[in-house]
């Protein structure tokens, strides 16, 4: 018999450690949680009490699933806070202005 060259490997690159895998696996970062990033936005933009609300349900759902975004919902609970505040003040003095504007007459 004649002397055969010997197999060559089909991947790019050889193994450099027989038994173990030619590339690391790739380990992918969990998701951000969806409620999060809404706690976020509707605390900041859109209606302050909502955000709250969702920061309350992403904490307990990262809490579950140990997504991503703890401190998107924090932050989304801390300026729904702040906002909610914030607009609950400029209610009362408007309608102290309303009511000393209205007395007036």
Same mark, same amino acid.
């Given at each position: 018999m004649t002397d055969l060259p010997p197999p060559q490997h089909s991947s790019? #690159? %050889?193994?450099?450690?027989? /038994?173990?895998?030619?590339?690391?696996?790739?380990?992918?970062?969990? %998701? @951000?949680? #969806?409620? &999060?990033?809404? &706690?976020?936005?509707?605390? &900041?933009?859109? @209606?302050?009490?909502l955000g709250i609300y969702f920061a309350k349900k992403a904490k307990e759902q990262i809490a579950w699933t140990g997504e991503r975004g703890a401190e998107l919902?924090? *932050?989304? *609970?801390?300026? /729904?806070?702040? @906002?909610?505040i914030f607009y609950g003040l400029m209610i009362v003095v408007w309608c102290g202005a309303a009511a000393v504007f209205l007395s007036s007459e």
């Open positions: 790019p #690159t %050889p193994n450099p450690m027989p /038994g173990h895998p030619p590339y690391p696996p790739h380990a992918y970062p969990a %998701p @951000f949680n #969806t409620y &999060a990033i809404l &706690a976020l936005v509707l605390g &900041a933009m859109v @209606f302050p009490p919902a924090t *932050a989304g *609970a801390v300026v /729904g806070w702040i @906002f909610t």
